[in-house]
Nanobody, 123 residues
Framework: QVQLVESGGGLVQPGGSLRLSCAAS????????MGWHRQAPGKEREFVAT???????VYADSVKGRFTISRGNAKNTVYLQMDTLKPDDTAVYYC?????????????????WGQGTQVTVSS
């Protein structure tokens, strides 16, 4: 059973910072990319950032230069450092992990999601 547990959300004033953490467990084989999405009230879930097992990163334009994604040494954890937060960043933030479930020349991969952590940016 694959589980992803997020932590680090909360209430912060505009211009402040938060650091989200996500720990994955239960992936039978390798964890490939990990990342973050978010969903604001009344809006669809949107991509925030992703990082590959090799350390390559991609960010949404809306967070580029303000957010930094990184992975822990054990490669089963991912962090999102969020600086210069804006009210528009208010959302539930979800962690995801791309796990290899059947290895091979053409491996079978599956995406897993955490339960989400609330981030509220307000004065």
């Amino acid at each position: 059973q694959v589980q992803l547990v997020e932590s680090g959300g909360g209430l912060v004033q505009p211009g402040g910072s938060l650091r989200l953490s996500c720990a994955a467990s239960g992936c039978m084989f390798s964890i490939n990319a990990m990342g973050w999405h978010r969903q604001a009230p009344g809006k669809e879930r949107e991509f925030v950032a992703t990082i590959t097992s090799g350390g390559s990163t991609v960010y949404a334009d809306s967070v580029k230069g303000r957010f930094t994604i990184s992975r822990g040494n054990a490669k089963n954890t991912v962090y999102l450092q969020m600086d210069t937060l804006k009210p528009d960043d208010t959302a539930v933030y979800y962690c995801n992990a791309d796990c290899t479930v059947v290895p091979g020349i053409v491996p079978t991969r599956r995406d897993y999601w955490g339960q989400g952590t609330q981030v509220t940016v307000s004065s």
